[in-house]
């Protein structure tokens, strides 16, 4: 009778978690149409129906943990406990909590904030606001970080992205200002119990999983010795070099080398923040051709021909233009433009007449036609009017710094006449020593006199020249194309190979040698990012999925030796994240971090997020490499793939929940809610119960047949890719910069 129960709660628990699945997926999908304040009604803050899904799960799962004698097994026993004290937390907090806003003005005090449901509560003390401040990135408009000083009965409280201010018992996180920079809002959350009962559940959580990681008697030490059973495996490793020709030379004439590189680590204010020219002729470059490179010429050859020999760039059809009703209007044939091809022969630009009948007309499809070129236009246009060369700083009377443009003349300078003269002429000086074709020693020396101009006028702001030569090398590697596309094609070539059995273990070296190449360039690469913008780069998706690639060859060198399998597998699947990265998985120019990003648990939450995201994609490729075996016939070695995709799940599983959790803690902590239903949140936490169902492979019997948990794990990473690509481009949401 017991044993029925048991697996009556077994049963239930999997039916609750599957409609809870469910809604939540369906959740998110109405919340991109309806919005959120509706389903924060009608779903997430529902009490007799979504909260008491909840309290079902939960007491269910209590009652199973019980009735299966679960307390024999101590760290499996704390695992599911300290769900369940999260849980409780969270429903303490639903029960006690009060959440709402207040708007203060300097000089004013208020004594009560405005709740979520619009009706006012007393605060039970004074808060008045002190002053309200933007801290700017140093020499840039960028802004830093934003800060109240408010005072709560006379007690000062400074509270800014990532700092919260406390007092008796409430938290006020910043949350807006007004525009004259006189007032703040700031969101107010009571809750005495709940975030104390939810961090003592994350505590508990963290412990119960290492105690897993490292009890002999766990499934994942099963999964372990069983997945070791197929190392008689030979290996696939194939490797082909391919040598690509250079390009042949071009019309225009170049720039000499010594000159456009010098040229080039010259600092200018862009992106909001100081960077090298090089990296603004990486970024102009490959916006108007696609790649930053053009005919056989490097960015910064073709920015500095720009700068000093415009008339002999402006005929050369390095423009790509992606548009055939584009390439009609401007009546070229074929996909590449010269800037001359935008204007006809009475000197007018040709897209403008098109475009303003469009926008006139609300004629969307034609705007659409038009966009991108009129974009590429006007990125030259912007070059002509100096704003991508913001190089000379200037301190106004007030303190502030702004960059200031050859020549501009829309900006009053308060300088010596003789200072003055060098600010507006240098470039003209500079542009007729290139110009004279002879004079590269004059030339050299007005570029040392501009950047010693910088350092003694901003020597506050200016990176170090190590870093401006960082973030050259840095540019001109990341640019490069064609060591991704040659890591795909071997590592295509690998898993081919691998997949037919046509390799052999003497070909072991050669895998060694690409995971290893490769791993060696992306640490360089996320190296160089670092050190360039001053912080971890997993803040966006370029610099996630380059990580991401960057963990699955880390941990495949880590586990070879033990799993050799995995080296058919690795290098194709870190290729096609750096394929991804390159070209579209969001920019890869560097810019000043948001302030509310400006956390160190940030990197920790992303960081093992992308780990766990890494090891799921490596069982997926077991999946396909698996049942690969099964259409063989080959039972012994797909059942080996089966336990060592086992054997990845709980590391993934366990990065994941901690990823999760860690998130919810930097939410708490730079808004004062670890949980806000976000749907990057929500497909997080769906992602989590898919690939926690496997993990009870002893009471869930079908988890243990190699065959169905090779297609489970195909199609499970389908919620990884949800959650990472789709609810940026189709749900949206506060995540989706990533």
Sequence with gaps: MNLSKVKYLKYSIVALVIVLVGVMATATCVENVKGTPFVAEHVYGTWWWFVMLWAMLSATGAAYILKSGMQKRLPVFLLHVSFLVILAGALTTFLTSERGSVHLREGETVTAFMKADSTMADLGFELELKNFSVEYYPGTDSPMDYVSQVEADSTPLDISMNNIGRYRGCRFTQAGYDNDMKGTRLGVLYDPWGIALTYTGYALLLISMILVLCSKASQLRFWYRKSLGGNAMKLAVFLTFLCAPLSAGATPRPVDDDVSDAFGNIAVLYGGRVCPVSTVANDFVTKLSGKAGWNGYGSMQIFAGWTFRPSDWEREPMILIKDKVARKVLGINGKWASYDDFWNSLNVYKLKTPLEKAYK?????????????????????????????????????????????????????????????????????????????????????????????????????????????????????????????????????????????????????????????????????????????????????????????????????????????????????????????????????ITPLMPVLQSPLLSVHVMVIMFSYALFALMMLIGVQGLVMHWKGDAVREESFAALSHTLLYPAVFLLTVGIFVGAVWANVSWGCYWSWDPKEVWALITMFVYMAPLHSTSLKSFRKPTFFHVYCIVAFLSVLMTYFGVNFFLGGMHSYA
């Design 361 to 589: 007309e609300g004629d969307a499809a034609m705007v659409k036609h038009l966009r991108d070129a009129d974009e590429k236009f006007n990125i030259i246009r912007m070059f002509y009017n100096g704003e991508l060369l913001r190089m000379f700083p200037y301190t106004s009377p007030d303190g502030k710094m702004t960059w200031v443009a050859p020549g501009q003349k829309d900006i009053d300078l308060m300088l010596p006449e003789k200072e003055w003269n060098f600010v507006r002429r240098s470039m003209d000086y500079l542009t007729e020593s290139v110009q004279a074709g002879n004079d590269n020693a004059r030339a050299l020396q007005i570029i040392d006199k501009i950047v010693d101009y910088q350092r003694l006028r901003a020597s506050a702001v200016m990176p170090s020249a190590w870093r401006l030569r960082c973030e050259t090398i840095y540019g001109y590697l990341n640019s490069m194309r064609w060591p991704v596309m040659l890591y795909l094609t071997l590592s295509l070539l690998l898993a081919i190979c691998f997949s037919l059995g046509m390799a052999d273990g003497r070909d072991r070296l050669a895998g060694y040698a690409i995971i290893g190449t490769m791993l060696v360039h992306l640490t360089i690469l996320l190296a160089l990012r670092w050190i360039v913008s001053g912080h971890v780069p997993l803040s966006s998706g370029f610099e996630t999925m380059q990580f991401l690639a960057w963990s699955i060859l880390l941990f495949t060198l880590l586990v070879l030796n033990k799993f050799p399998i995995i080296m058919g597998f690795a290098p194709l699947l870190a290729s096609f994240a750096m394929l991804v990265a390159m070209i579209g998985s969001g920019s890869p120019r």
